[in-house]
C-alpha cells in the first residue's frame, strides 16, 4: 500500500518530529517523488535563512536609543 505523503509530513520530517519507520518512508516519498524534493530542498534554503536573521538590535540602534532617551529625559510634558 503507497502512502500519500504531504508537505505537512516534510516539516515534520525536518524538525526531526516523526518516529523512526515515520522518517523512512518520508525520506523514500522525498526520493521519488519530485514535488516533495522540490518542497523539501525550498524548506531547507527557508530554515537556514530563517536561522540567519539576527533577532538583536544593532549596538548602533541601542546607542541611538539610549542618546534619545536621555535627552528626553529632562523634558517636562
Known sequence: MQQNFTQEDVILYIYNELTPQKRTEVELAIATQPE?????????????????????????VIRILNEETRSNSLEMH
Open 36 to 60: 516533495l524534493l522540490t518542497f523539501f530542498q525550498e524548506s531547507i534554503l527557508m530554515v537556514h535563512q530563517l536561522n540567519q536573521i539576527s533577532d538583536e538590535p544593532a549596538n548602533t
